[in-house]
């Protein structure tokens, strides 16, 4: 079964960081893509950060600068170092994972969602 599981969310002070981690199973892990994603109450769901299979990076314009996305192939892990944080950061992120052997055979996985809270 495939499994993503997420950790290191909780509550942090404006200026502050937070390092979230994701541990995939039953995937083979190198092969896909990865990607943090965030949703806000009442807010579409948007892409944070990502970084495909072979290490290329991609931030939104409102973290770039802050965040950092990596990733462990040993470990099966993903994570994302958050600096400077913000009130806007607050939201619920998601891990997820991506592979796409053929156009016919997309596969797309998803945590359970980590909840982050900026605050003073």
């Known amino acids: 079964q495939v499994q993503l599981v997420e950790s290191g969310g909780g509550l942090a002070r404006p200026g502050g960081s937070l390092r979230l981690s994701c541990a995939a199973s039953?995937?083979?892990?190198?092969?896909?893509?990865m990607a943090w994603y965030r949703q806000a109450p009442g807010k579409e769901r948007e892409l944070v950060a990502g970084?495909?299979?072979?290490?290329?990076?991609n931030y939104a314009d409102s973290v770039k600068g802050r965040f950092t996305i990596s990733r462990d192939n040993a470990k099966s892990t993903v994570y994302l170092q958050m600096n400077s944080l913000k009130p806007e950061d607050t939201a619920v992120y998601y891990c997820?994972?991506?592979?796409?052997?053929?156009?016919?055979?997309?596969?797309?996985?998803w945590g359970q969602g980590t909840q982050v809270t900026v605050s003073s």
């Open positions: 970084i495909t299979n072979r290490g290329i990076t």
């Open positions: 997820n994972a991506r592979h796409a052997p053929v156009v016919e055979a997309v596969y797309n996985y």
């Open positions: 039953g995937i083979i892990f190198s092969r896909n893509d």
